[in-house]
């Protein structure tokens, strides 16, 4: 198994932090993490511009395909709540989705009158065809990590997604 490159930090790379031995390895730290970001960034942006589809287009088709594999039915105000749009645009977004067959809109079977959003068929083997390859090589560098290392880095994404759930609201003069 390959090793992890160090960690290397250029002193000019240390956003605001005091230049010690501990800060320059996690200024290295979120270095790293800000360049997975901005290649994440770029992927999601390929993907998008693949698939014909704007951010919010992929993050609800996303969300009813987690949603599906997990057999839970989602209505258009669960979706609406979820991306934190307004129903009206929900409406328009599932009409663009559903237009592309992307989505279908079916009777709930809890209760008929009300409606369900599904991905289609089609919709799922897109994704696979688009994004299969790249998943398949995340999985690869994934699978290289010991258990302890894997362990640390779920770890520390767990914390910094929980830190940056805390950020502070801007301060107001």
Not at 9 to 23: F, I, K, L
Not at 114 to 129: F, L, M, Q
Request: net charge neutral; charged share 25%.
């Amino acid at each position: 198994m390959s090793r992890a490159p160090s960690i290397e930090v250029s002193p000019s790379a240390g956003y605001w932090y005091e230049p010690t031995d501990q800060g320059a390895r996690s200024v290295g730290v979120l270095n790293a993490l800000r360049q997975y970001r901005t290649a994440e960034q770029a992927m999601r942006k390929r993907t998008r511009a693949a698939m014909k589809m704007n951010e919010n287009d992929l993050l609800a088709l996303r969300f009813l395909m987690e949603s599906g594999r997990r057999g839970q039915q989602v209505s258009p105000t669960a979706l609406a709540r979820r991306l934190e749009v307004s129903t009206a645009s929900i409406t328009s977004l599932l009409d663009r989705l559903e237009r592309a067959g992307h989505v279908e809109r079916r009777p709930s079977p809890a209760d008929g009158r009300a409606i369900i959003v599904v991905a289609t068929e089609s919709s799922h083997a897109e994704v696979r065809h688009t994004l299969g390859d790249m998943h398949e090589r995340m999985k690869a560098v994934a699978d290289q990590l010991t258990p302890d290392e894997a362990d640390a880095v779920v770890r520390f994404l767990s914390l910094m997604a929980e830190s940056l759930a805390e950020v502070d609201q801007p301060h107001t003069a």
